[in-house]
């Protein structure tokens, strides 16, 4: 199941100014108290599990302190999911975003609680690792990406919120100029890293919606484990390029040659590096297969994409460091980062 934790101190929110709003804004509440966890998992947004009586559901808003200009924005997040759940059900459905910082201290939004196993660093209880159970969810991964490239968008939210030409340009100036804004302490490596994403940028295929996020830590699945039940954190989607969806993908899909630091994460090892999953190359060419696109320059988006995760660590660590969490968790996202920039450099060699 999803780790859920009494609210983090520092991170409360007014119980009595919630309920209030809940039951203005959602009409079918039972009687009861407000209950509110904290999902434990997530270093990005603030996320809460809300219960009153039998009726469930999350709260999303930003973390604590300044935020990057355009980051962690609540409303693009609920329109999105908005337009999306009823194309692609495994997105949550919305219920309402709220622009009033006096009910949860900034933006938010609530959408429906979905339930399952969280498959991240072990099986469930009472389930043995096998071949054919590695096979079997890393498969539901790779459909579960193909069928979302698949959405029809045009027309939606989506669309409109989106600017797919010239995407992934963007994308590597940007995530470069967040990296110099959120930089405390120096890695070497950085400089010769960009000047390579910079010059080795390939050609775009045909725009997809993208999840930009995807991930077995937000994904659930069924309690057998044989279908996945819901797909969460579509902060990042857009309209973009696939092969970056999926190069965002393998950054996070740990095997067992990759460095400790990064198999363990900030824990455990992932379940990806077990040996039963598949590797990182037989997810690629599962997607070539089922999705009939061309991987070929799949190379840079790994790349790419393990810097970008780089520099989110980094963004956090500088929060950090700044002074506006207190969450001990990301004192460790320092070393982290230079881990990440050092992976990401490796793999650029490798072309």
């Known amino acids: 199941m999803s780790q859920i934790i009494p609210v983090r101190t520092g991170e409360e929110l007014n119980t009595n100014v919630l309920e209030n709003c809940l039951r203005t804004e959602i009409h079918d509440i039972p009687r009861g108290s407000l209950q509110i966890e904290q999902f434990g998992t997530g270093a990005s947004n603030l996320t809460y599990a809300l219960k009153i009586g039998d009726w469930e559901g999350v709260l999303r808003r930003p973390p604590l302190g300044p935020v990057a200009p355009k980051a962690h924005d609540m409303e693009r997040e609920y329109t999105i999911l908005k337009d999306l759940h009823p194309l692609f059900p495994l997105a949550p459905k919305p219920y309402f975003f709220s622009s009033d910082e006096s009910i949860a201290g900034s933006p938010f939004f609530v959408m429906e609680r979905r339930h399952g196993i969280l498959v991240d660093t072990e099986l469930p209880e009472g389930i043995k690792a096998s071949k054919e159970l590695g096979s079997s969810l890393s498969e539901l991964m790779v459909d579960t990406l193909v069928n979302?490239?698949?959405?029809?968008?045009?027309?939606?939210?989506?669309?409109?919120?989106?600017?797919?030409?010239?995407?992934?340009?963007?994308?590597?100036?940007?995530?470069?100029?967040?990296?110099?804004?959120?930089?405390?302490?120096?890695?070497?490596?950085?400089?010769?890293?960009?000047?390579?994403?910079?010059?080795?940028?390939?050609?775009?295929?045909?725009?997809?919606?993208?999840?930009?996020?995807?991930?077995?830590?937000?994904?659930?699945?069924?309690?057998?484990?044989?279908?996945?039940?819901?797909?969460?954190?579509?902060?990042?989607?857009?309209?973009?390029?696939?092969?970056?969806?999926?190069?965002?993908?393998?950054?996070?899909?740990?095997?067992?040659?990759?460095?400790?630091?990064?198999?363990?994460?900030?824990?455990?090892?992932?379940?990806?590096?077990?040996?039963?999953?598949?590797?990182?190359?037989?997810?690629?060419?599962?997607?070539?297969?089922?999705?009939?696109?061309?991987?070929?320059n799949i190379h840079y988006y790994t790349t790419f994409a393990t810097f970008k995760l780089a520099v989110i660590c980094q963004q956090i660590y500088y929060r950090y460091k700044k002074g506006q969490t207190n969450d001990q968790r990301f004192a460790r996202f320092g070393p982290f980062t230079e881990t990440l920039i050092q992976h990401a450099l490796r793999l650029a060699q490798k072309d």
């Open 148 to 296: 979302l490239h698949q959405v029809p968008y045009k027309g939606t939210a989506l669309e409109r919120l989106s600017k797919p030409d010239g995407f992934m340009e963007r994308q590597v100036n940007g995530w470069i100029g967040r990296y110099h804004r959120a930089k405390t302490d120096d890695i070497p490596e950085v400089e010769l890293l960009t000047k390579w994403l910079e010059e080795k940028l390939p050609s775009s295929p045909e725009p997809t919606v993208i999840h930009y996020d995807f991930k077995l830590n937000n994904s659930l699945f069924s309690k057998d484990l044989k279908k996945m039940t819901g797909l969460f954190d579509w902060e990042m989607t857009t309209i973009g390029n696939p092969l970056a969806d999926l190069g965002a993908a393998m950054s996070y899909w740990m095997e067992e040659g990759d460095p400790e630091p990064l198999k363990k994460g900030m824990g455990k090892p992932s379940i990806t590096t077990n040996g039963t999953f598949y590797s990182r190359d037989e997810f690629i060419e599962s997607y070539a297969r089922k999705s009939g696109r061309d991987v070929t």
